[in-house]
């Protein structure tokens, strides 16, 4: 079922003075140029006040200050020849506002709380174009939906854009939203509140010092304009997810019976892994191999003219002196043959989405890999904290022996390997142990000790005693708790933590890597 501008019956938006200005593109004639011209009106505007200024000076001249709407309450005129505003005259937008948005944080707060289906966990396993038609789609009711001036009160919200909140996969417009839903429990109950936004915010300040006897109500004022929109633009987006959630939708369907036919701990996993991916390929110097952030805010990169001319190739250098530098291993390929170096992280990496360090690995694999060979070239990696010694003593003992997936010590202190026969099971077992050994919060080290007690505390010279023993020694001393909690939870689906996630992703890949 897919969706268009005209299913959404949607009123037509109010004439626009920055429209008009600045020749952005009918919504009605093109939807994706509209918002396109948009964000680049957005990016290019400079401080605020003087947003603030002409956009109010424009819809002053354009619908006339006789307007009886609720524009000329909202936007007292900026001129200082003005009567002095009267700030009882927003009691009713201030009113409005905080109805709404006690509306907006209620629906946040129940679709959050959904248990079949997660609203949250849908929209970061939707495609980053399908999160970006709910964006548009939401901006565009946001404009219909608000009480006055339509889509220029876009000028009031660069932080509401379908770019910024389409970032990580989508999850910057969860941390929209939650930050909203935060900002509503924090404020006395019948009181409005401001999304806060750097920009805008120094509006209040420059308005501060301003001789105008109606700058801080016009402030005000536009403060509730903008805040009006953006609690819009989340009630009209959330609605969107929601009713194609029901209705069935868009890539809904699909996402769903993904949720449905999976466990909800990895449906959820895999949901979170998409947002630590990156949107786009890095910028690096082909010499130094630094990006723009390493460089610092004067970083000016060039690329190779001839490549470009040529090729329609890309090869940066952060200087002249990095590009003289290089010229030695580049001329070879200069204008005849695509070639770079691959850089981490850049478009040359066929693994520049992945920012986990842990993935480092899979760059020197050959391109014909099997699993058991991905398999078996999963090692531990240096860790992001000071291993205890146990566990440095575990770690020295598996990188010595590539085979083994991990040794336990019977009632004598003598190593038992352990070696998992089942290929994706033992690929699940490493993915999760290289986590575990890596990162301070020792994450999935429960999965292990789990799988291990069900296969290994039988043996001879071992118990589950001594395993969750070992495990406190390597793990710290919240592991038996944290190990007796998976059990308990695996213990009603009827399988491990490690086994369910094979099964998962069983369901997910081609049989030859059954």
């Known amino acids: 079922m897919s969706r268009h501008p005209d299913d959404l019956n949607l009123p037509p938006i109010e004439p626009s003075f920055w429209a008009a200005k600045l020749g952005i593109t009918d919504i009605n ?4 140029k509209w918002n396109s011209d948009w964000e680049k ?10 947003v603030v200024n002409e956009t109010l000076k424009g819809l002053n001249d354009l619908y006339g200050r006789d307007n009886q709407s609720s524009a000329s309450v909202a936007a007292p005129a900026p001129a200082h020849d003005q009567p002095a505003a009267d700030a009882t005259l927003l009691e009713p937008y201030v009113t409005i506002l905080t109805e709404t948005q006690e509306n907006a944080a209620r629906g946040i707060r129940e679709i959050l709380a959904m248990e079949d289906g ?18 548009l789609e939401g901006i565009q009711l946001a404009c219909t939906r608000v009480l006055t001036f339509g889509q220029d009160l876009r000028a009031f919200c660069p932080d509401i854009t379908v770019s910024k909140l389409g970032a990580q996969n989508g999850k910057a417009f969860l941390d929209l939203i939650n930050c909203y839903h935060e900002l509503y429990e924090s404020t006395e109950k019948g009181k409005v509140f401001f999304y806060p936004n750097a920009w805008f915010d120094q509006a209040a300040i420059d308005f501060e010092t301003s001789p105008s006897p109606n700058a ?47 466990d909800q701990s990895f449906s959820a996993s895999m949901a979170r ?3 630590t991916l990156r949107d786009k390929p890095l910028t690096r110097c ?34 002249q002196e990095c590009q003289k530098a290089d ?22 990496d066929h693994l520049w989405m992945f920012q986990d360090p842990s993935v480092a690995f899979l760059r020197d694999l050959p391109k014909n890999a099997t699993l058991k060979t991905v398999t078996t070239a999963i090692g531990i990696g240096p860790a992001q904290y000071t291993r205890p010694v146990a566990l440095d003593t575990q770690v020295s003992m598996l990188e010595k022996d590539k085979e083994a997936d991990y040794f336990l010590f019977d009632d004598k202190r ?37 799988y291990m007690i069900k296969f290994m505390a039988k043996s001879p010279g071992l118990s589950r005693e001594l395993i969750v023993k070992q495990f406190t020694a390597e793990y710290g001393e919240g592991a038996p708790e944290k190990v007796a909690a998976t059990e308990k939870k695996s213990a009603e689906a009827g399988r491990t933590c490690i086994e369910a996630y094979v099964a998962n992703f069983e369901r997910m890949l081609p049989p030859v890597f059954g």
């Open 41 to 50: 009106a957005l990016g290019a505007f400079g401080r605020a006040r003087e």
């Open 29 to 32: 004639k093109d939807r994706v």
């Open 414 to 450: 003598q190593p038992v390997r352990f070696v998992i026969d089942k290929p994706l099971a033992k690929w699940a077992f490493r993915v999760i142990r290289q986590v575990a050994m890596t990162n301070p919060e020792k994450r999935g080290s429960e999965a292990l000790g789990e």
């Open 327 to 348: 010229w030695k291993t580049h001329k070879r390929n200069c204008g005849k043959k695509k070639v770079s170096k691959g850089l981490p992280g850049t478009a040359g």
């Open 216 to 262: 801080q109500v016009l402030y005000k004022g536009v403060a509730l304009m903008r805040n009006e929109f953006i609690t819009w633009f989340i009630i009209s987006t959330l609605y969107l997810l929601t009713r194609d959630t029901v209705a069935g939708g868009g890539q809904v369907p699909a996402v769903l019976d993904f949720i449905l036919n999976t």
């Open 118 to 135: 997660r609203i949250d966990t849908i929209w970061l396993l939707l495609s980053p174009s399908e999160q970006k038609k709910y964006l």
């Open 286 to 319: 082909e010499n130094c191999t630094k990006t723009p952030e390493e460089i610092g805010p004067n970083a000016r990169f060039m690329v190779c003219s001839t490549c470009k001319s040529k090729l329609d190739f890309t090869v940066r250098y952060c200087s």
């Open 273 to 275: 892994v998409k947002t």
